[in-house]
């Protein structure tokens, strides 16, 4: 309960306060002139092999208003998801294969990017995941700044 808490206290005081998020791992300049680090985090999501389309349907509303906490409290960067097909391209043949990875029953079925000032608050991000009530998980990594400006 206080991981929830301490995420929405999080979300209301950057989005009460007009936090603007931005990629990478750029400040959060808050109205106030206060200057929050933030960092960017992939959320990979998995869900059980036995995840059906109505149980997907079913809980549409409530990643609909996930998202919507995320946007107004000023972390969401994107997110998309993988619905169609998948290939494996493996080994030193680099053979080409049509499937899905599956790990210990799981198949990842999306990512979500979004902004926090550490891995303790992205993991209480996670925490929201809906999919997490039907056997799912969601793996949070860091995603570290570019070595390299790819513009030059």
């Known amino acids: 309960m206080k991981h929830k808490l301490s995420f929405t206290l999080l979300c209301l005081s950057l989005s009460g306060t007009g936090a603007m998020a931005q990629n990478g791992h750029n400040p959060v300049v808050l109205k106030n002139q206060q200057t929050i680090a933030m960092k960017t ?6 869900v059980p092999v036995s995840y059906t389309t ?3 349907k079913a809980v549409g509303p409530e ?3 996930v998202l919507a906490q995320w946007k107004a409290a000023g972390i969401y960067v994107t997110s998309f998801a993988f619905p169609g097909t998948s290939y494996v391209v493996a080994g030193p043949e680099k053979e080409v294969r049509r499937e ?7 198949k990842v079925v999306s990512n979500i990017v979004l902004q926090a000032t550490d891995m303790e608050q992205a993991l209480l991000q996670a925490g929201a995941c809906p999919v997490l009530a039907y ?6 990594r860091e995603i570290p700044q570019p070595r390299f400006n790819t513009t030059d």
């Not at 899905?100 to 799981?106: G, M, P, Y």
């Not at 056997?135 to 949070?140: H, K, L, P, R």
């Open 41 to 46: 985090f992939s959320l990979l999501v998995r």
């Open 100 to 106: 899905t990875v599956i790990c210990d029953s799981l």
């Open 63 to 65: 990643w609909d208003q």
């Open 135 to 140: 056997g799912g998980t969601v793996e949070v």
């Open 54 to 56: 109505a149980q997907a």
